[in-house]
């Protein structure tokens, strides 16, 4: 199983639709998780955290099975500038220094 | 107040030549990270630090060697350069691993000929 594992993409949705993206990780001791947003393969920006069962930022809802060993990212309202690539990342290795991504899931918001 | 400085923005290698990406951060971050992504994947991790003197082997290490003698700067060397080491190189840094957000500088596009 490798160690971070998102949905293939792309997903292509019309304006105003809700999305939701899975994330499967295989290190159970694993403690926090981040959701990562890149644009046009510029560097990634920090989209939301989730230390426990889940966090929301406005349209943005993250949640956290820790029991399934998986992390979900859900868009409400999709705005044509949510087309991007969300990375899912998970902290591992020598004192949580070790950051891993998944292969990220591409959206596409259509008008 | 400049973040995570990445340097040079685009090089083209020939197979077999040697060169170093250079990474500094002026946050006082302890850790620092350096990733590569390939077209149409994700970004992995080659390298990472937890402090000065401190580097661990991440994903895909080979080809690639770091050293952190400094808090600030965290440079990527690359010795004899192959086709396969065409990729665009993140560098990161964060405070902490975990609970922490991650900075990361502009990339840099590297070409191997």
């Known amino acids: 199983r490798k160690e971070v594992e998102q949905d293939p993409g792309p997903f292509n949705v019309p304006e105003g639709a809700t999305v939701a993206f899975n994330c499967t990780y295989s290190n159970s001791a694993s403690q926090s998780f981040f959701w990562y947003r890149q644009d046009c393969r510029k560097e990634p920006k920090l989209l939301m955290s989730?230390?426990?069962s889940g966090n929301e930022d406005g349209r943005f809802t993250a949640q956290l099975n820790r029991a399934s060993q998986y992390i979900s990212l859900l868009i409400r309202d999709s705005k044509l500038s949510d087309s991007a690539t969300y990375l899912c990342?998970?902290?591992?290795?020598?004192?949580?220094?070790?950051?891993?991504f998944g292969q990220g899931t591409e959206l596409s918001v259509k008008p | 107040n400049a973040g995570v400085t990445q340097t040079p923005k685009f090089r083209i290698l020939k197979i077999g030549q040697s060169m170093t990406l250079q990474c500094t951060q002026d946050m006082n971050h302890n850790y620092m990270y350096w990733y590569r992504q390939d077209p149409g994947m994700g970004l992995k991790l080659i390298y990472y630090?937890?402090?000065?003197?401190?580097?661990d082997k991440g994903e895909v290490p080979n080809g690639y060697n770091v050293s952190r003698s400094t808090t600030e700067d965290f440079p990527l060397r690359l010795e004899l350069a192959a086709p396969s080491q065409t990729s665009v190189y993140f560098c990161?840094?964060?405070?902490?691993?975990?609970?922490?957000?991650?900075?990361f500088g502009q990339g840099t596009r590297l070409t191997v000929v």
């Open positions: 630090s937890v402090g000065a003197g401190i580097t």
């Open positions: 990342v998970v902290p591992s290795g020598n004192q949580g220094g070790k950051l891993i």
């Open positions: 989730v230390y426990s």
């Open positions: 990161a840094s964060s405070w902490r691993g975990e609970n922490t957000e991650a900075f």
